[in-house]
C-alpha cells in the first residue's frame, strides 16, 4: 500500500485546514489513520476510522474539534480539522492497518501542520 497525503500549510489560531490522504495498492484496508509528531515529542495518534461500520476514534487533545472521514470509493481518508491550537502545530502521518486487530503497517511520508498564534 502506498500512502500520500496532501492538504498541511500555515493556518491561525482557530483556523481550519482539511488533510486528505489517499492510498494504493491491492491490500484490503482495515483501518485509515492520522498519527502526528510535533518536534522533539514523540508520535501521537489523532484520530482513526475502521473501514467496516465506519467507526470511528480520536485522541483526547482533538476531540470535538477535528472529523476524520472515508470516501471508499477513492480509498482516500480525509482529516477536517477545526479551531486550529498552536499546540497542534506538527507533522501529520496518515497510516494505514491491513489486518484486523494488527498494528498500522503502512504509513504515508507526512504533511507539515503550522498553527500561527
Known amino acids: 500500500v502506498q500512502l500520500q497525503a496532501s492538504g498541511g500549510g500555515l493556518v491561525q489560531a482557530g483556523g481550519s485546514l482539511r488533510l486528505s490522504c489517499s492510498a494504493s495498492?491491492?491490500?484490503?484496508?482495515?483501518?485509515m489513520g492520522w498519527f502526528r509528531q510535533a518536534p522533539g515529542l514523540e508520535r501521537e495518534f489523532v484520530a482513526a476510522?475502521?473501514?467496516?461500520?465506519?467507526?470511528?476514534y480520536y485522541g483526547l487533545d482533538v476531540k470535538g474539534r477535528f472529523i476524520i472521514s472515508r470516501d471508499e470509493a477513492r480509498n482516500t481518508v480525509h482529516l477536517q480539522m477545526n479551531n486550529l491550537k498552536v499546540e497542534d502545530t506538527a507533522v501529520y502521518y496518515c497510516?494505514?492497518?491491513?489486518?484486523?486487530?494488527?498494528?498500522?503497517?503502512?504509513w504515508g511520508q507526512g504533511t507539515l501542520v503550522t498553527v500561527s498564534s
Open positions: 497510516a494505514v492497518a491491513t489486518e484486523a486487530g494488527g498494528g498500522y503497517d503502512y
Open positions: 495498492g491491492r491490500s484490503r484496508i482495515v483501518t
Open positions: 476510522i475502521m473501514s467496516s461500520g465506519g467507526h470511528t
